[in-house]
């Protein structure tokens, strides 16, 4: 029987987003007021009504790339994991075999051992039921994910993880 399992993780914006994105709407206003009073004395109407449309696309664009998820994909012994920015554009992060990974645990804020090349952090810092795992990335080398999956996706990976890296 085959193991198929998804979860879904939104990332919550941070103090830092927040004030990226009231950054830019000042900004947006700003530039779409200055365009507009400068434009208008200069350039034709339509001209200027492009001009502002763009500006205010590109604010739209950069603010909404600002929504981060992450989906844990677990199939008959990978774990795959997506980032999906805006809802709309999805880039694979990782893709471990569960049968080669080093070590799995819950993470309780402990430094990546040396051997690691790159550590990524799938979930939200107060996320209940941190794990982490050490494992091969396809083409990237050593690396070490922290990640929050569901009870689900824990007992699927367990059964596949060797013993030797619990």
């Known amino acids: 029987m085959d193991a198929f399992f998804e979860q879904l993780i939104k990332i919550k914006l941070t103090g ?3 004030a990226i994105i009231v950054g830019a709407i000042i900004l947006d206003i700003i530039i779409v007021a200055a365009v507009t009073f400068f434009a ?4 034709s109407p339509a001209f200027t009504f492009l001009i502002v449309v763009a500006v205010v696309y590109g604010s739209y664009k950069i603010i909404s790339s600002l929504s981060v998820e992450f989906e844990y994909i677990f199939t008959n012994g990978d774990l795959d994991v997506d980032k999906i920015t805006a809802k709309s554009a ?3 992060m990782v893709s471990i075999k569960c049968a080669k990974v080093e070590k799995y645990g819950e993470y309780k804020g402990q430094p ?3 051997s690691v090349k790159q550590t990524y952090n799938f979930c939200n810092p107060d996320s209940e039921g941190q794990m982490y795992m050490i494992a091969e990335n396809r083409g990237e080398g050593t690396v070490m994910i922290i990640f ?8 699927a990976i367990e ?7 619990r």
Do not use: N, W
């Open 148 to 155: 929050a999956p569901d009870e689900r996706i824990r007992e």
């Open 16 to 18: 830092k987003v927040k």
């Open 40 to 43: 208008l004395m200069f350039l």
């Open 112 to 114: 990546a051992p040396g």
């Open 90 to 92: 999805r880039k694979r």
């Open 159 to 165: 059964k596949y993880i060797p013993r030797t890296a």
